[in-house]
């Protein structure tokens, strides 16, 4: 067997250690499961789709105040995003108030809300950032998962597992008295989402093989991808996924819609980067894909869940939970590093080959602090010379017409990446970006009044910077971004 990332040469009994500790994850899952109901992630992956409507959107009746500066409308904007909405027959009810990201929706968003919850961070609104983390720990108690939004139609996938970070978020937030901190109070909920993402990886035998969200990568050793168990057109994109199979018939329409539900999954919806061919949606191959940002985000859970253990007073959960960390960084290193492009890429792991489609997700090892000061510098160059633009960075290096490729850029990514640089000692160059970041979402919205979903970084005079919700009043993430880095000292 190949020895791709130098693996063999630990001792057996290490290389046993992750082996057993996944043994007892696979016991922790059904235990798990049982308490949630979800055993079999295919009954609550899909809500029936018969006479399925998208919800109406909401009427918002605000209004821009023009004296305002952008911190005065962010901050005016956080009631109108936090609507009292009424329950209906694909609502997933909450226990606590919500943020939705713009005025229209009916349902707040995982990958979103991290971001989105920076702003409140920054404004030290403590009670809002623990509402959210509340509501995500119920989905996941209730669930075994936290979907992609809290809509029945989103069961069957989730999105980047932020809640190790939000959690993380609240316990910065939190003084530290007699009561558990947060880390402790929700241990067993990231420990739910873990066994999720991790669900199938027993049934794996032999190397590159997948199931579920998990890719064996080595005996004893998992990656993961994203992924949704069911092989049908997405309920809330049904015209649109059938368009592409109809357009691809050469190719299973099962196979498609699969790959671009995984898409959806990634919060990356859509981009060139899960295609083969670039611009061509019949090319989608996102499950083939290990993506450089979601395993460094299973890689602070793991860290998180290390650190929360000990926490908890659990030294022998800590140890492994570390070992899983130690290892999982020391693999990405080496299988998503790309050394002749300077940066950090997707793995396909059917092809067993990076993409070669550089995009901003290789930035967040930078942002975990993962690579060493040769790495990182070589990585800050390649941002600096290929993505950035007078606008802000692009999100990749292609044009296709998609939601996630150039000339757009968006704000997790931004802050991602002036993050990861200032954690690298690039503070000069974080510094630009957030200037030219800062400065494209005034102007627009000196000309338009709105915060936006994206921006074009590269037309700085396009009408109105680009997005899918340019007519509505928000957006959440921009929002939380903008104002963690305007309230920045």
Same mark, same amino acid.
């Given at each position: 067997?190949?020895?791709?990332?130098?693996?063999?040469?630990?001792?057996?009994?290490?290389?046993?250690?992750?082996?057993?500790?996944?043994?007892?994850?696979?016991?922790?899952?059904?235990?798990?499961?049982?308490?949630?109901?979800?055993?079999?992630?295919?009954?609550?992956?899909?809500?029936?789709?018969?006479?399925?409507?998208?919800?109406?959107?909401?009427?918002?009746?605000?209004?821009?105040?023009?004296?305002?500066?952008?911190?005065?409308?962010?901050?005016?904007?956080?009631?109108?995003?936090?609507?009292?909405?009424?329950?209906?027959?694909?609502?997933?009810?909450?226990?606590?108030?919500?943020?939705?990201?713009?005025?229209?929706?009916?349902?707040?968003?995982?990958?979103?809300?991290?971001?989105?919850?920076?702003?409140?961070?920054?404004?030290?609104?403590?009670?809002?950032?623990?509402?959210?983390?509340?509501?995500?720990?119920?989905?996941?108690?209730?669930?075994?998962?936290?979907?992609?939004?809290?809509?029945?139609?989103?069961?069957?996938?989730?999105?980047?597992?932020?809640?190790?970070?939000?959690?993380?978020?609240?316990?910065?937030?939190?003084?530290?008295?007699? %009561? *558990?901190?947060?880390?402790?109070?929700?241990?067993?909920?990231? !420990? =739910?989402?873990? /066994?999720?993402?991790? #669900?199938?990886? +027993?049934?794996?035998?032999?190397?590159?093989?997948?199931?579920?969200?998990?890719?064996?990568?080595?005996?004893?050793?998992?990656?993961?991808?994203?992924?949704?168990? %069911? *092989?049908?057109?997405?309920?809330?994109?049904?015209?649109?996924? !059938? =368009?592409?199979? /109809?357009?691809?018939? #050469?190719?299973? +329409?099962?196979?498609?819609?699969?790959?671009?539900?995984?898409?959806?999954?990634?919060?990356?919806?859509?981009?060139?980067?899960?295609?083969?061919?670039?611009?061509?949606?019949?090319?989608?191959?996102?499950?083939?894909?290990?993506?450089?940002?979601?395993?460094?985000?299973?890689?602070?859970?793991?860290?998180?869940?290390?650190?929360?253990?000990?926490?908890?007073?659990?030294?022998?959960?800590?140890?492994?939970?570390?070992?899983?960390?130690?290892?999982?960084?020391?693999?990405?290193?080496?299988?998503?590093?790309?050394?002749?492009?300077?940066?950090?890429?997707?793995?396909?792991?059917?092809?067993?080959?990076?993409?070669?489609?550089?995009?901003?997700?290789?930035?967040?090892?930078?942002?975990?602090?993962?690579?060493?000061?040769?790495?990182?510098?070589?990585?800050?160059?390649?941002?600096?010379?290929?993505?950035?633009?007078?606008?802000?960075?692009?999100?990749?290096?292609?044009?296709?017409?998609?939601?996630?490729?150039?000339?757009?850029?968006?704000?997790?990514?931004?802050?991602?990446?002036?993050?990861?640089?200032?954690?690298?000692?690039?503070?000069?160059?974080?510094?630009?970006?957030?200037?030219?970041?800062?400065?494209?979402?005034?102007?627009?919205?000196?000309?338009?009044?709105?915060?936006?979903?994206?921006?074009?970084?590269?037309?700085?005079?396009?009408?109105?910077?680009?997005?899918?919700?340019?007519?509505?009043?928000?957006?959440?993430?921009?929002?939380?971004?903008?104002?963690?880095?305007?309230?920045?000292?």
């Amino acid at each position: 067997m190949k020895n791709w990332f130098g693996l063999q040469e630990q001792k057996k009994v290490k290389m046993m250690k992750p082996f057993q500790f996944f043994v007892a994850i696979a016991i922790f899952q059904i235990f798990t499961a049982c308490q949630s109901g979800t055993s079999d992630p295919k009954k609550s992956a899909a809500a029936p789709t018969s006479n399925f409507e998208i919800p109406a959107p909401r009427v918002s009746n605000f209004k821009t105040n023009p004296a305002h500066n952008l911190q005065q409308h962010i901050e005016s904007l956080w009631p109108v995003l936090m609507p009292n909405l009424p329950a209906d027959a694909t609502f997933l009810p909450v226990p606590r108030p919500f943020l939705v990201s713009s005025g229209q929706a009916t349902e707040f968003y995982y990958f979103d809300s991290y971001f989105t919850m920076l702003g409140w961070q920054a404004a030290g609104r403590r009670d809002l950032v623990e509402n959210m983390v509340e509501n995500f720990a119920h989905l996941i108690d209730k669930y075994g998962h936290v979907p992609s939004g809290n809509r029945s139609y989103f069961l069957g996938r989730s999105q980047p597992p932020f809640f190790s970070l939000m959690v993380k978020m609240l316990d910065e937030m939190t003084p530290k008295t007699g %009561t *558990a901190p947060p880390l402790v109070r929700y241990f067993l909920q990231m !420990e =739910k989402e873990y /066994a999720f993402w991790m #669900s199938g990886w +027993a049934d794996l035998k032999e190397d590159f093989t997948a199931k579920n969200r998990v890719v064996r990568v080595q005996e004893g050793y998992f990656m993961n991808r994203y992924f949704d168990e %069911t *092989a049908t057109s997405r309920p809330e994109a049904k015209v649109f996924d !059938e =368009k592409i199979a /109809a357009g691809n018939p #050469s190719r299973p +329409a099962a196979e498609i819609y699969q790959n671009l539900r995984a898409a959806g999954e990634s919060g990356w919806n859509l981009s060139s980067r899960w295609c083969a061919e670039g611009a061509n949606l019949g090319t989608v191959q996102t499950a083939d894909l290990l993506p450089v940002d979601l395993n460094c985000l299973m890689w602070h859970l793991e860290l998180t869940l290390s650190e929360a253990a000990t926490a908890a007073g659990e030294p022998k959960k800590a140890q492994r939970y570390g070992l899983l960390a130690f290892d999982r960084r020391r693999i990405m290193r080496t299988m998503f590093f790309e050394k002749s492009s300077n940066w950090y890429q997707d793995f396909n792991w059917h092809d067993r080959n990076l993409t070669g489609n550089p995009t901003l997700a290789g930035m967040f090892p930078l942002f975990f602090d993962f690579p060493d000061k040769l790495e990182a510098d070589a990585v800050a160059k390649t941002l600096e010379t290929k993505f950035l633009r007078p606008g802000g960075l692009v999100c990749t290096l292609q044009k296709t017409g998609q939601n996630w490729d150039a000339p757009f850029g968006f704000a997790p990514l931004i802050w991602v990446s002036i993050e990861g640089l200032r954690k690298a000692g690039h503070e000069k160059l974080a510094t630009e970006i957030k200037k030219r970041w800062l400065e494209n979402c005034t102007n627009v919205f000196k000309r338009t009044g709105k915060i936006l979903e994206k921006y074009d970084v590269e037309n700085l005079q396009t009408a109105s910077g680009g997005g899918n919700y340019a007519g509505q009043d928000g957006f959440g993430w921009t929002n939380g971004v903008l104002l963690k880095l305007i309230l920045e000292k």
